[in-house]
Every structure is written in C-alpha cells, then in structure tokens.
C-alpha cells in the first residue's frame, strides 16, 4: 500500500493528519506543483483527474478523493472512530464535514485560486470571485465561533474528520490567505489551540 | 420523521430519487424559493445555513446535508446498498460520489446561479465565472463518457448514490442551463437512458 501526496497540498495534509491520529504508517510519495508528476501519463493511470492525494492498494488499485481514503482506513482501523460512533453520529458527521468542506475549505481554496500570485499564469483567475468567497469565509469563520460556544468539537463530542477538514482550511486561510483567526472569536480560537496542539497537527 | 425540501430544488432531488430507490416514503413539507420559509427564524433553529434538504428525526434532531440523510438511510435500510458493500466499494463509491459533485454537480449550479436571469438580484453574479465552470462541466462529461465506456454504472457495477449524483446534475444542465449531453457521447446517453428510465426518476 502507498499514498501518492503533494508537498503543502490541502487535501493530502487531511489524510496525513488522519492517518497520525489513526496511528497508520505507510509508503509516501511526494509530488510537487513545479516537476508535475501528477500531472504525466503514468500517474493519469492512476488518477485520470491528475489530483491528489491518491492511495494505491497491494493489488494495484487506486482509491482518489481524501474523505473515501479516509474512510477506507476508517474500516481497515475501527479505532479512534472518526466518523462518529453510532448511525445518528455517522450521519452528524457526514453532516459537519460537509459543512466544513462547502463552507469553510472550498471557499479557502477559492480564494487561493483566484487572488493568490501563485497561480498567476497557473489557472485563469477571477478576482471578483475570489473577493466573494472571501467574504464568505469571513462570514463562516463567525457562524463557526457561534457553533464551537458549547461544543468542544466540530459537530460531536469527540475529535472527528469534520475537525481535520476545518483545520486544513483554516491553516491554509492563516498561511496563504494571511486570514487569521480574528481575535474576537474566543470559542474558535478555543477550538484551534485545541487540534493544533495535537500531535497530528505536525504530520 | 420529516423531511424538509425545496421545490424544483436540485439537491432535495437526490434525496428523493435515493428514498425511491430505497423504498421509503415519509411527509414531506415543501419550501419554494419565493416564499422562502427556509430563511426564516423557525427553519434556521432547525438549519442556521438554511439549506435544503433537512431531516428531523422523531427527537427533534436535524441533519442537513443530502449525503448525510442518504447515509442515515442507508444504515436504516441497508437494502438495496447504495453506497456499497464491501470496504472497497464503500471507498469507491466515496470517491466517485464525490467526482460527481465536485466535477458536475457544483459546476452544474456555479453555471446556473452565475449566468441564469432567475438569479439576477437575488445573488451577485460573476459571469466569468459561470463561463469557466460551464467548460469544465462541458470536458467533464465527455471524460465521464470515457469512464462509462466499459462500465454499466457510476464507478462500480451497480447502481449507486455516485449515479443520483450525476443524474441531478445532467437533469440540471439539461433544463435550467440548455446543455443536454452531446450526441457523440454514447457510454453516456446509454446511462442516461438507463437512469432515467427507473420509477425513481420521477421522484
């Protein structure tokens, strides 16, 4: 078994910090966004998306999409649950992930895309879309701090991928975006300090 | 039980076509975007994103997100499996699932909110925008004709919730956006005809 990953990727850094809190060790290969190895004809293969991180099973085949690797390792490795426990929890789950990822990543994603000057030349960008998401994600990180108020986790009461998924978005909304949490969101700022002091937070 | 949905809405389709396939019937109330009931306080107690559709449960509780009430069902219901039913078909249909909503079905609606009249003044549109996702939508489905060459289904060989996904979002493309699937795409007019054809598509 091997993960296919991206140096400072969004989604391959999801599955790292879930396979460290699932204490799951395996084969890594890295691209990056300048040699583009996603992107040739052996790894289309693989993925005919080019996008990554992709797991690639012993017998050959390949699982694309963080959130279905992830929950392949889930019932390969029961334990700790990261998609709830019970059918209501599985389904609140599923719930607040999506959540995060509609809400709160693709929006980070967006803003990257269409405003950062790393993709000048990359992608066409639309600056005006950009300037939209961002208001979004500004807005969402508030409804976020109102959610957290009497909640320790994202959803449920137990650490879970809808935690991770924020996570990653908000990593990137600080680093790329120069998005940081705003200070008067006290139970999101709670939340962060929380997950980031994990050791998972540096896979 | 109840489910709340929107009339003429995309993702409460899928929701339908899925308790069809399943079997299930429970009330269903009924928004529509003019009146918009499902922005008012008593619905975002019950949703604060106020989207559609929602699940309560006898308890009181609510679980938005069409996947997450499609996954509830499931664990309900289990038969006939719609999300799988092994480890690996669970991962595989995660995985085209998602392909579907990321490479359709968000395209889909980016398409329709960004450059149809029905949204003038109730959304800020970025033509470009629409225009970037409608080509993306356009190479999508011939890549997903390519996909469906040698396979009956979405991903795996059986109908599945990655097919409900796909069909919202060629129905879609279809009515609201006048983009049928194109004549020289036959792996996906055959699908189309065969997904289109079960009762559940009059749900």
Known sequence: MKLYSLKNGVNPRR?????????????????????????????????????????ELD??????????????????????PLFGRSSLEHAQVEMWNRRMELELLLPTIDVFVHTHPFWVGKRTQVASWGEQRR?????????????????????????????ITAQVALLTARGALKLPIPEDHPNLMRWWNAVSSRPSARA
């Open 15 to 55: 599955v790292r910090i879930f396979l460290a809190e699932k204490r799951v060790s395996l084969p890594i290969e890295e691209f990056d966004m300048e040699s583009a190895g996603h992107k040739a004809p052996a790894f289309l293969a693989k993925n005919p998306l080019g996008t990554l991180p992709v797991l």
């Open 59 to 80: 017998n050959g085949t390949s699982i694309a999409e963080s959130v279905a690797i992830c929950r392949y390792f889930e019932e390969m490795i029961p334990e700790p």
């Open 135 to 163: 208001q979004q994600l500004v807005a969402r990180m508030r409804w976020l701090d109102g959610e957290l108020k009497d909640r320790e986790f994202v959803g449920i009461d137990r650490y879970n991928i809808a935690d």
